[in-house]
């Protein structure tokens, strides 16, 4: 059997807004993440403007990883990190999304976790924005539907090329860029906001707008990608997609139908005007057919083509099955929804659990981009007890991801080129879905609860050990 190439990139991610908290401290200003509140499994979590005390917004403290980012740095790189994916909180960055010039403060910050991550030879992979838009821009811009907000992300992106030029070769522009094709709500209630948290909307969910503020979202992309490779010709830049691997959940030639359909239109299309240039001719007639009138002129088509990302991403937690036909039972803790699988265990949040759907994938998007591709989020959140003797005992994770890493040898072994593996929440961090904190995904515990009480010590799970070995032994030891 191939292996993995000597290089591969074995890690981990996190995002700033469920890792770091400080949401307020050295100049940062509020973000769209900053005023959702925590929720549960069954009550989901909502958009609260007025700070309300009866609330808790689980991005303030987060795990803290502002204060504490030496001390897991230092873990990761004990675990044999080569690489880090986390992101960048825009709002550290320009408090206010269009301030004249921006906070050295949040700028020193990132400059002193690159420094750390370098001491360890660790290669950062940086997305830009990952849910968390400065709450100015959604609030004064009315979000992406605004071209002005285009503006604003590039330069942005150029202030942290420039700035980080010399410590990040690795770029995401946006995290799960597809999440856009999510009605809004489909996280939140009371107002309604889009799973990328990038609009708050306070009536319903417009697709016209939607599917133009993720238009708005890839050409402030293309713009970026353009302007970066000339900051430093060696910026590798990457899509990030969330891919549902999609299941007929019966042979009926119809259910096979319908899912190829919502294949093309889901997974394909942000990654073809990502990475070909422009959108695939299925979803052009389908925004015709949903009524969206994409606003896109002629010099904004050539920036697509001529910003294309060099190397796919994608995150992948599970497969689901959909039919044309009736079935009672559904997957219920899923905001992708979908038809139980009666092939496949699910996690305590009713999220499918599907490793062979992950060299399905593989093979199924190199297939079509032909490009080197990084699996920049995978991972089982999971509640973790700490026993009696002080340590956690997390077979349950170590099991899932063998599965999952299993399979991305076999994919490596068809022929696929497979240049890195980042599991979710390397570190525990606030779920984005619920916002709890007993979803946890880390090898590393950390001693806080739901409503943010806690030491916020760290200690190492079972699933950190197996983890080194795995990365030593570059995925022959699992
Ligand atoms: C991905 C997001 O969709 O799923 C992450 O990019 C998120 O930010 C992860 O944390 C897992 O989802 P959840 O809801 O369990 O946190």
Redesign the pocket.
Known sequence: MKQFRNDFLWGGAT?AN?VEGAYLEDGKGISVADVVTSGSHTSPRRIALDQNEAYHYPSHTAVDFYHHYKEDIALFAEMGFKAYRMSISWARIYPNGDDEAPNPKGLEFYHHVFAELKKYNIEPVVTLS??DIPLAIALKYHGWINKQVIDLYVRYALTLFENYKDEVRYWIPF??IN?MFLPMSALGQGALIDPQAQFIHQQKDDPDERFNALNNMMIASARAVVRGRQINPDFHFGTMI?HITRYPRTCHPEDVLLVLKNDLFYNNTCADVMLKGEYPFYALNEFEKRGVRLQLNEEEKAILKEGVCDYYTF?Y?QSISESTQEFSEETSGNIMGGIKNPYLQETA?NWPIDPVGLCTTLLKVYDRYRVPIMIT?N?I?CVDQLSADGKIHDDYRIAYLRDHILEMNKAVDDGVDLIGYMA??CLD??????GEMK?R?GFIYVDRDDEGRGSYARIKKDSFAWYQQVIASNGRQL
Do not use: M, R
Not at 429 to 434: E, M, P
């Open positions: 995002a469920q990952h849910s995290n799960e999440d969330c995150s937690y949040w989020e991972g959140g979710w929440g961090l606030i779920s984005v879905s619920t979803k995904y």
